[in-house]
């Protein structure tokens, strides 16, 4: 098993729980890592650090200018931009990856 079909895994995993893109319910997706795996790599096979989002919000997160190194403003878009219906699975998995990094 490479590191790279772990994340491939992680990512069909995190789909699989949401359904569709949580900004606009949208079923072809990108899985989404909210600490971004170039600054963050130990982080990048965490399933609950992964979001389902289509293509056109996944590069709306990624370009957030100065944020895209700051996972606090990450998470705070994506809480602010999540649709109603997945809202409180957003903040299960948020919970969850809190969970999994202070381990
Ligand atoms: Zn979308």
């Known amino acids: 098993m490479t590191r790279r079909s772990n994340v491939v895994k992680a990512k069909h995993r995190s789909r699989a729980y949401f ?6 319910g949208v079923m072809d997706t990108d899985g989404a890592h909210i600490y971004p795996a170039g600054p ?4 990048k096979e965490i399933v609950f650090n992964i979001v389902p989002l289509c293509r056109k919000h996944h590069q709306m997160m990624d370009n957030l ?6 996972p606090a403003q990450r998470i705070n878009y994506l809480e602010t931009h999540c649709m109603d219906e997945y809202k409180q699975q957003l903040e299960g998995w948020l919970v969850n990856l809190k969970g999994v990094l202070n381990e």
């Open 65 to 70: 200018g100065g944020f895209t190194r700051r």
């Open 19 to 24: 359904g569709g893109c949580l900004f606009c």
């Open 40 to 43: 963050y790599p130990q982080y």
